[in-house]
């Protein structure tokens, strides 16, 4: 399984981006699908989460109010809308599609700066 991310890049405080993880010809409902981020120093954390269902989608607390997470599954692709970006933001993203196994993007990046 092969995910192909876009969307990242720079943008003032305040700013929005939406990022995209594209998958050829897998099934989203097969899948428990992610965006997870890691900053420079820091560890990777979880971003947000979609059930494979769809009928559940959680949120860090850091981004709850700020990032929506939805999916397309006739375009088996995820997407993560960033809204009132703030430096901290800042970060490499990736996006996870979880089932037998974990299958990992392979990162893009945000930069929130003035």
């Known amino acids: 399984l092969q995910l192909v991310e876009s969307g990242g890049g720079l943008v003032q405080p305040g700013g929005s981006l939406r990022l995209s993880c594209a998958t050829s010809?897998?099934?989203?409902?097969?899948?428990?699908t992610g965006w997870h981020r890691q900053a420079p120093g820091k560890e990777r954390e979880a971003v947000a989460c979609i059930s494979s269902s769809g009928r559940s989608t959680n949120y860090a607390d850091s981004v709850r109010g700020r990032f929506t997470m939805s999916r397309d599954t006739a375009k088996h692709t995820v997407y993560l809308q960033m809204n009132s970006l703030k430096p901290e933001d800042t970060a490499v993203y990736y996006c996870?599609?979880?089932?037998?196994?974990?299958?990992w993007g392979q990162g893009t990046q945000v930069t929130v700066s003035s």
């Open positions: 010809g897998s099934t989203l409902e097969e899948y428990a």
């Open positions: 996870t599609f979880r089932g037998l196994r974990t299958y």
